[in-house]
């Protein structure tokens, strides 16, 4: 355990697994799990009843500490890291999920200008002054030119250790076919033009599990919607499926990230049909994984209706889709990457991009 002091900056610390309840609290929660195993003391930034911690608003102020950062938590925390980050000098890492500008124009209309300026405001002083940044997908690079001495890892989607086996069914044969979508509703509407084929289509069930984001759902005969379920429970809701569905719409940002719940969804051991999104693809391709999945470039009724029936004769091969994940499990990366982080002399870090002098690594 590494004698050090680290301020942890996010919303409400997701501690447990059962906790989690959205894709982005799942490196949130490895993030915080591997930082209390690997150094002497974790102070957050907020208490469980999500008021602010001020003695670690103290520490800040007080103390040149190591920031830990998940963006976005929030524009008071990140405020509270700048400000702090012109008065002290921390050494600030930065796990970041998305680009908050990016992210609503990919999937909703643009904020009004001021907030979107705010918010871009922030998020490029918060990478100018970060020591360390944790990226979840190698394309966000796209977005910003790294600077000289800094540390870059990408950190792609991932699942937990003690979740790397074979899950087991309890669906009965003789019941319907079940179709899952597991995230957010939001997708430009996609999920409702899901849910009206689905009601049409006999011997097919669709089960929604996720936040419905203000979306209208509108459950049938066969169309079963559940809201928001903790991590835990979703492994019981995945294994009964039949089929995954990964229904992301294509634009610009959405074409270049890796969505979170696609590791999950390949640990299903079920076939998926997706988008052909081509950050998504070329992490399925760089697991070697492209026999559990079907793309589809348009979706329209045949096509799913092709794609349903393809799957149906797919035989996915469950220990080897299992192996090929294992690289991906969060704790040893996480490990490796506060490991790096903490190295003074980066002596063990082997570099693979550095046309910037910047470090930038994969784990």
Known sequence: MVEMEVIFIDRVPIKQKSDIREGGHVRRYYAWITLNKMVEKVVPFRKDNNDINWHAVRCMFIKDSIIWLEYGCGGIAHLFVLFASFIRRHKIVLNFHDFAVMQNRGFKKNPPFIKRLRLQVIERLLIKRAYAIILAWPRMLDYFTPEKNKTLLIMTPGVGEDELFSHLSNKK?????????????????????????????????????????????????????????????????????????IPNPRNDYMDRQIPMKVSYALLSCKPIISTRLQGLSEYISMLDLEENVIYLDDWNRESLKGALQKAENMNIDVERTIEKLRPLAWEPRFKKALEIVFDESKSSVVQIKGDTHSTILYI
């Open 173 to 245: 044969n003789n019941e319907n076919k079940i179709v899952l979508y597991f995230g957010g509703m939001k997708r430009k509407g996609m999920i409702p033009w899901i849910v009206e084929l689905f009601s049409e289509l006999k011997g097919w069930e669709l089960h929604l599990v996720g936040l419905k984001e203000k979306e209208n759902i509108i459950e049938t005969e066969n169309v079963t919607y559940s809201g928001s379920v903790r991590h835990n429970k979703l492994f019981d809701i995945i294994c009964n499926a039949d089929i995954v569905l």
